[in-house]
């Protein structure tokens, strides 16, 4: 599946009952934890959000300052009852007809905030302002009915932030509809679900038994997110310290050698975290996420590998290769482009999911295996649109990617293979068919020194070796 609009496309994940042979590890997928995705981030002392030039030259007239000054008051009372701990406060933030959805999200917030690693935890105006949309009419006559004097649309952020595991506080967009009264601003509803967009991606602490174990995974450090117990945090606990090392054996040091982990407690909340459709959840084993990239460093904020609870089926090997597969995805995430292809970004995870774990290319590939010996190799490299989940014919595409890479690395050596995933993913790619064509040639042609049509060529006939 292809993540709708985010910074890369990256989502892995493991077909549901598929635990001893092939396991379609990764989705391709990179799903936002929020509606926007382009925040560039500053110091985490500093304003999250650039500022648009309309933004920064126009100055507020007195109705607008006093909006962004009521507004602001009410944010901040609510996110310190929040980190206190304290449902009752928190809840005279709420307008008469908050949603459910809103008042539980509160109730669980305050309940669960305390009982995990968060250094950091607010809501705040953005100061990015952009066209001010009005709230929808249903709305507005039963805010009017009430007596509310002014409403807003405000563009609310949530900058969160947890020890170990964020070197900066993640920014999400999660603008709210606000209300006044005579005795100030009161939060209404989360606004995308009232102009029938998306509601904001769930987080860990708004469930009903967050729990969070850190785990050292040397130089780096990671934290495992759970709701209640799962018999995956004892085994991912376990296993992140090989996998972690097993990455940076093969991508080197420069990533934070450590990662946030969630396991989610039910599919809809797997969905709720991810972004993901309901479908894209029961075909997924796990998929990473993250906010944005900060140019600075540059660094991927608020990447978390996350779990469906179906991913307890797996055995202890394939949980292994699943989670080394996410977590190449982490390491390799800033320098991975939004258009790289899929046939690469997945096929390079997959390899180094697998490595040491096969003798024989139909133990790792059981359904390119079949192909082959039916029909001979695949004429070409796999399209993006057969990675999709609902493509009958996916984990033929997630084998035949993992096998353009393990044939790579067998034939040229692993620094090629990272080195050829840097020239062809780590850059803008272009969408015309015949411009990807080119590119795939030019790196191919400055790394391994074959063209496309050779490196394809020399792929099929090591294939037909192999089977």
């Not at 054996?249 to 934070?256: D, K």
């Not at 989670?323 to 995430?333: G, K, P």
């Not at 064509?437 to 050779?454: C, G, K, M, P, Y």
Request: proline share 7%.
């Amino acid at each position: 599946m292809r993540e709708p609009s985010t910074p890369e496309n990256e989502q892995g994940g493991a077909r549901r009952g598929r635990r001893v042979a092939w396991v379609a590890v990764a989705i391709a997928v990179i799903v936002a934890f929020a509606v926007t995705l382009t925040v560039t981030l500053t110091d985490s002392g500093a304003d999250s959000g650039t500022q648009t030039r309309e933004s920064a030259q126009r100055p507020q007239n007195p109705f607008e300052e006093a909006r962004t000054l009521g507004v602001s008051q009410v944010l901040a009372d609510y996110s310190a009852a929040l980190r206190d701990g304290d449902a009752a406060t928190a809840a005279t933030a709420l307008d008469q007809s908050a949603t459910e959805i809103v008042r539980d999200r509160t109730r669980r917030s305050a309940e669960g905030i305390g009982s995990l690693p968060i250094s950091t935890f607010e809501y705040r105006l953005s100061s990015t302002r952009g066209p001010e949309r009005l709230v929808p009419a249903e709305l507005q006559a039963r805010l009017d009915a009430q007596g509310s004097s002014d409403s807003w649309v405000a563009p609310v952020q949530l900058r969160y932030a947890y020890e170990g595991i964020d070197s900066a506080p993640v920014v999400l967009e999660v603008p709210m509809v606000m209300a006044r009264y005579p005795d100030g601003w009161k939060i209404v509803a989360d606004s995308g679900p009232e102009f029938g967009e998306a509601a904001p991606a769930g987080q860990v602490w708004q469930y009903e038994e967050p729990a969070a174990r850190p785990v050292s995974t040397p130089p780096g450090d990671s934290l495992v997110l759970t709701n209640g117990t799962s018999p995956l945090t004892d085994a991912l606990a376990k296993q992140l310290p090989a996998a972690t090392e097993s990455v940076t054996g093969f991508w080197g040091t420069r990533w934070a050698q450590g990662a946030g982990v969630i396991v989610a407690g039910s599919d809809e909340e797997f969905a709720s975290i991810t972004g993901s459709s309901q479908a894209d959840a029961d075909a997924a084993a796990a998929v990473t996420i993250f906010s944005s990239i900060d140019p600075a460093g540059p660094t991927a904020l608020g990447q978390r590998v996350v779990f469906a609870p179906q991913a307890a089926e797996l055995d202890p090997n394939t949980l292994a290769v699943v989670l080394r597969h996410e977590l190449f995805h982490v390491a390799a995430r800033t320098v991975t482009a939004v258009a790289a292809p899929v046939w690469v970004t997945e096929g390079v995870a997959e390899y180094v999911g697998r490595r040491g774990t096969y003798a024989r290319l139909e133990q790792a590939a059981p359904a390119l295996a079949a192909e082959i010996a039916a029909n001979g190799p695949p004429a070409d490299l796999p399209a993006d649109a057969n990675f999709a989940p609902s493509n009958p014919d996916a984990a033929l595409a997630y084998q035949s990617a993992w096998s353009v890479a393990a044939f790579i690395a067998e034939t040229y050596g692993d620094d090629k293979l990272k080195r050829f995933y840097v020239a062809l993913a780590g850059a803008d790619q272009p969408s015309d068919p015949a411009l990807v064509v080119t590119a795939q040639n030019t790196a191919a042609q400055i790394v391994l020194d074959v063209s496309r049509d050779e490196l394809v060529n020399r792929w099929r006939a090591w294939l037909g070796q192999q089977v």
